[in-house]
């Protein structure tokens, strides 16, 4: 271990803020600050477009860059948090997404525009991976609610400033919200990364009551792609990774062909457009869903957990495909969607540091997160397929099917494989100890 790192542990033990929930507070409190990154990118689409008449497969080209390098530089920031400490990660991290957006309210060419969300996606997964595994470390025996709540953090982030976002871009342009927006997270973000600790040595150990299907394995990132599980989850990863992603980018130009957009909705006391209505409560329930399935997962197993989640997912695709143009129904099936596909970045987390342990498991949750990148090469599929067909009926059968299979794997294929490794690492625990 680094000697910069064993400094941090040792002053988790003497530091007001080396309290695990202070901590958890530290790290979703950064991840709200980087979610508009993802989250709020579909708003900008329709203006920049509007402004430089690029194309909206092309515009969407950046989100793909964005998501690809957030998720697939993971593992080598994760590795540098393992050998460093989490700190100078995140604080350079929030830098770069300050200076992503910054870029952005100025970029007048689509080589600009793509250079931005390279520096974007490498800031945000250092932030997002190095968060993630923190609160895995600091929880060791309530994994799934410390990722869930976590991760929430990303996925509601952007909820309350929705709203904010879309009026500053209607009133002040969209490059005066990239500059405004972009700088205040950013330097949020820097400034809360000095307050993140190493937990004590002590956390770090194998909790005694494991979540279901855990084992006390402790396995290397190479070690670990070595096994077929990894590969089992990761697939199912890309699969569920897939359709979430395509509503996150899609959904503002998904409205709009609906011809629900503009609509009023009027729900819970509220009156707003449809997609206004729709992407905020999305972010809610896409937030809340983490720490709700983290739980639960805590409690009845990961795999079953998915199962359920998975398949509430698959549904609500079909059925925002077939009553989606109705605004109402728009509205509280998209939310649907997002509830039964944010608990993904919860669920593998904790299932990877449930089967391969903690001791490396920023970086492996890191190899783990690629898998997003890999969904989100799919994505500028989604328009191509929507312009050659004419609706988003296919793309949206496809983003279902991919679902529903992902949910049978999960009881079928990952379950039993799971439980396998688990035993084998039992029945070696015993002669792996000293005499």
Known sequence: M??????????????????????????????????????????????????????????QVAFTIFVVLETWLVPIEGYLVDRFGPRWIVVIGGALCGIAWSINSVADSLPMLYFAAALGGIGAGGVYGTCIGNALRWFPGRRGLAA??????????SALTIVPIANMIKVSGYQHTFLTFGLMQGI??????????????????APSKLAPGASRLQARPVEMVKTPVFWVMYAMFV?????????????????KDFKVADVPV???????PALTFALTIDRILNGLCRPFFGWVSDNIGRENTMFIAFLLEGVGILALANLGTNPVLFVILSGIVFFGWGEIYSLFPATVSDTFGTKFA???AGLMYTAKGTAALLVPYANVLSSKTGSWHLVFMLAAGLNLVA???????????????A????MAAPAAKPA
């Open 148 to 157: 869930g709540l976590t991760a929430a953090g990303f996925g509601a982030g």
């Open 2 to 59: 680094n000697a910069t790192s064993e400094a941090t542990r040792s002053q988790a033990g003497s530091s007001p803020l080396g309290n695990p929930w202070v901590q958890l507070i530290i790290g979703v409190t950064c991840m709200v600050m980087i979610a508009n990154l993802q989250y709020g990118w579909t708003l900008f689409v329709g203006p920049i477009d509007a402004k430089y008449h690029w194309g909206r497969a092309s515009i």
């Open 239 to 255: 699969m569920m990774a897939t359709g979430g992603l395509m509503a996150v980018a899609q959904l503002a130009p998904i409205a």
């Open 407 to 421: 949910a049978a794997m999960a009881i079928l294929v990952l379950k039993p494989m799971r439980g396998s490794l």
């Open 188 to 205: 949020v973000v820097v400034v809360l990364g000095f307050l993140i600790l190493v937990p004590p040595a002590s956390l770090m150990m």
């Open 362 to 364: 920023t970086a492996n």
């Open 266 to 272: 009027s729900l819970l006391g509220l009156t707003l």
């Open 423 to 426: 035993s084998r690492a039992e």
